[in-house]
């Protein structure tokens, strides 16, 4: 047996460390459990003693495994293999045995304890109780172990580092699966009457302003490792109040045995509750102080022995939704409401870039320029709108200064019918910002209507003419921000806010204002009078002209309806190699050059566009389209739908005329006509915006490329971790530290894509608001119908929109869709959706191209499984599981 311990000082001061102490050591030699010991001895908290067994102590050991398994290749082993893998590695170190010299460090060591001690040897991985891994139950732990078998618990402990469980977690999580490492913590053993664990928030709602405990008889091991129904204590943070008592079954609970071990009793005081008032305010109080301590929401692992409170551990909390500082307010303080609309409105979960967001902000402040000719000053808790961190929150307690919740909850059920029903539900009294100048948002909307009444009501009245005025302009604008993007005398900020000027005007003045306007007006018509049914509505919204995404869509399908009969692996082989024939390279060329700046998630400006992954379009094309007909079918459909809008138009005419006389229906005809040629410029200036995005991005990544090369980024893609501002310093300053000013910008985004799922309305404490529960009968699912009809057919589950074949038939069922996602409404009997309403971009298409479609589906993608056959009824909002 080796018997050195590679290059390292064989002292008790390096390979074990005690506490409590005034030594620090490094997280990676006592592991993240060690370490938060150590810090909370070090702050006076009533930790136990114990000492710190190090990675390196294990040395002997771990250069064992690597020598007889030196030649395995783990990093491409399926989890299949890994698992066969430990199993091996586990079995051969059960053989393992302390070598002299680590049976000395630990023989001096236990002589400063008693003989009659029991300890707790738990493990402390380098990986293990970080802020964003918690590796919870990968890890041994063993109670009551006497002296002599402390070498025995200290290799099974040791052993548990090389589950599979944590071998593939760690995967899982980008850790390094090749160099396995452990500490092993050994601490005085508690013989606690009752114990448990604490959270310093609300692991359920997300609330940092309570406390949640949960308590058992006997050692913790049965709460921590979830074996039990313990007791629940809910404490308010700030008023002290016990909020919540809820006694748990406690079907056992383990005690310490005077002779080595645990002893199990089971139903033991089981309809009792475990802590007085006096205890929970005591426990209450030192997990407050360890959250001040660590700075951090912390979970912490707690005994008493009699009226004595120990802390065990204290680890940070992982699963949990953090709040920027800039958002949060003081404990105690007012709170605000915020509303994501990066979710609400375009339905994306997970954070944009740093990059997008600097970009964002940009656009926000030339748009308010153009607008008002003053700078825009942008703050979270002051003003409605707040970008940061990759997100675009609105601030609803300054909304509710001069708003009602009635009318904010009808204003979203546009957006998104589940945010809506949330609203309605939420106390206005404790969220309305007070002093709010209503006189002076009132105004700013007035400004933001007069500026653009010129341009609405001359589309109004001359339609035609307006409409070939707004194309020049757009032909126009796309010809100069070619002649700006060739012009390198500009610098990369320089050509971001020409862009910006630029699209500014050309979204307010020409497409923004009479696209919302042109939609608006005859939905207005049709809710002042009984004239048009809501089915008449749809049927008038069907397939209107003028559309960029629609006509996006008939390209793409007349390119999916000339590939040969090859398979997608064959076409992008030839497509590459140039072997494709004439007549497809020049419609895929065309394509390109029209969208090729266009990709699902494409608001970021760091996600890759279809021109910059052509594999990603090859496979768009091969998942969605039918080789042969989908175009034809598609083009046939349109022109059903197009003729089904007018004939609805002649119908509704000679009602209304019948009814109301020549009058109102010549208002209705003006209505309608305005609505017909305008309401499709609804995508028109979203166009344009990703236009502009895309040239930035070109340039960004062409600095990036530079910046690379000379090795002052990691990659191109790094750049995206950077403001605008500081890539262009950088660019400036050679000696300004551009990976390290990156890495510190994604620390806050990386928590919030860790996160499973992001709120959409919470306030300034982390309190998540959550839609009523509805009541339905059993089988049966509801929603919020948008788009009016009923389906039948087989679920398939899409989180992009490439990820497998959509079939003819299939029920789309998604988190929310962009543009990206058209195509596949081709072949959809029906679509469900979590995020949206009326005016979301989903219920849209859906009702132009005549699908039921439901929204407002909590967890809509985890609710069923592929194949599932299910009916819809988009009249009710109704979902029948028929399998």
Known sequence: MNTKLDNINLNTDTIIYKFPSNETPMLSEVGGKGLSLIKGSQSNLPVPPGFILTVSFFTPWLNKIKEKYKSKNILEYSDEQLISYCKKIKNYSKKFSLDNIQKQLLSDILKTYKKTDFFAVRSSSPEEDL?????????????????????????????????????????????????PKIAVVIQLQIA???????????????????????????????????????????????????????????????????????????????DKKTLTDAKIRKLAEIIKQVETIYNKPMDIEWAFAGNNLYLLQARPITAYVPISSEMLTASGARKILYQDITISVQGLEKPMSIMGTSIYNLLAKHLWKMLFKKDLKLSPKSTLLWINNGKFYLNLSVMLGFVS????????????????????????????SKNINVRKYKLTILRILLKASPYILRAMFFPKYTHKLNQKKFEKFEKKTTELFNDKNLSLTQFAEELFDRVSILVFKYSAPIALSARGLLGKFKSKSDLITDREYEKLCLTLPHNVTTEMNLELSNLSSQIPNITESDFYEKLIKNELSNNIK??????????????????????????????????????????NSNSISQLNKLKQQIKQRQDTYKLVYKKIRKRKGFLKAKIFQFIYRYTVTFAGYRETHKYYVILVIDLIRQRILQESETLTKVHRLDSKQQAFDLKLEELELGIKNNNFDLKKTAANNVYFINRLKACSSIPTIFDSRGLIHKPPIPDIKEGEIAGTP????????????MHTPTEKPFNKGDILVAKATDPAW??????????????????????????????????????????????????????????????
């Open 131 to 179: 802020d964003g891994s918690s590796f919870a139950g990968g890890y041994e732990t063993i109670l009551g172990v006497r002296v002599k078998e402390i070498e025995s618990a200290i290799r099974k402990v040791f052993i548990s580092c090389l589950d599979h469980r944590v071998f593939i977690y760690k995967r899982k999580n980008g850790f390094d699966i090749t160099q």
């Open 192 to 270: 606690s009457e009752i114990s448990g664990v604490g959270f310093s928030i609300n692991p359920i709602n997300n609330s940092f302003d309570e406390i949640i405990l949960n308590s058992n008889w006997g050692l913790g091991e049965t709460v921590v490792s979830g074996t039990v129904t313990p007791d629940t204590y809910v404490i308010n943070k700030v008023t002290k109040i016990i909020n919540k008592v809820t006694i748990g079954n406690k079907e056992k609970s383990l005690c310490l045995n005077t002779k080595g071990g645990t002893t199990e009793k089971i139903n033991y005081k089981s």
């Open 405 to 432: 919740k009635d009318k904010m909850s009808a204003f979203m059920s546009n957006m998104d019918s589940l945010a809506a029903q949330t609203m309605e539900n939420i106390d206005d009294d404790i969220y309305t």
């Open 586 to 627: 020049t419609t895929w060329n065309k394509f390109l050059t029209k969208y090729g700046h266009r990709c699902p998630g494409e608001l970021d400006v760091a996600t890759p566009r279809y021109r910059d992954e052509l594999k990603s379009l090859v496979r768009l094309l091969y998942s969605v389209h039918n080789v």
């Open 786 to 797: 948008v788009s009016s009809g009923k389906a039948k057919g087989p679920i398939k589950i």
């Open 822 to 883: 058209t195509p596949l409404f081709v072949n959809a009997s029906a679509v469900i959706l979590e995020i949206g309403g009326m005016l979301q971009h989903g219920a849209l298409v859906a009702r132009e191209y005549g699908l039921p479609c439901i929204v407002g589906i909590e967890n809509a993608t985890e609710k069923w499984v592929d194949g599932e056959i299910v009916e819809i009824d988009a009249t009710t909002g109704i979902i029948k599981n028929l399998n």
